[in-house]
Nanobody, 115 residues
Framework: QVQLAESGGGLVQPGGSLRLSCAAS????????MGWYRQGPGTQRELVAV???????YYADSVKGRCTISWDNAKNTLDLRLNSPQREDSAVYYC?????????WGQGTQVTVSS
């Protein structure tokens, strides 16, 4: 079992910076993948970035070049940093973990990019 808790959402200025954190807890050894997804109003949940247990990283085209995902194995914390957020980045951001074939989700954190 993996429990995930996101933090760091809220109102963000366009062109500023955004940092989200996800704390993973529970009884687990090595998580297969950790990632961030987001869902805007009236849209389907989409992948933002994912990191594999061996360090491989994938970024969606929409955030590539301005996004950094990182996993702190000692703290069991997944971070997402997004530079120059725009209005289209506004969404509920969800932390995801895949562990032994099962998907685990956090409750989500709202990010609103607005001046």
């Amino acid at each position: 079992q993996v429990q995930l808790a996101e933090s760091g959402g809220g109102l963000v200025q366009p062109g500023g910076s955004l940092r989200l954190s996800c704390a993973a807890s529970g009884r687990f050894d090595s998580i297969n993948t950790m990632g961030w997804y987001r869902q805007g109003p009236g849209t389907q949940r989409e992948l933002v970035a994912v990191i594999g247990e061996h360090g491989s990283i994938y970024y969606a085209d929409s955030v590539k070049g301005r996004c950094t995902i990182s996993w702190d194995n000692a703290k069991n914390t997944l971070d997402l940093r997004l530079n120059s957020p725009q209005r289209e980045d506004s969404a509920v951001y969800y932390c995801n973990a895949v562990y032994r074939g099962d998907n685990y989700w956090g409750q989500g954190t709202q990010v609103t990019v607005s001046s």
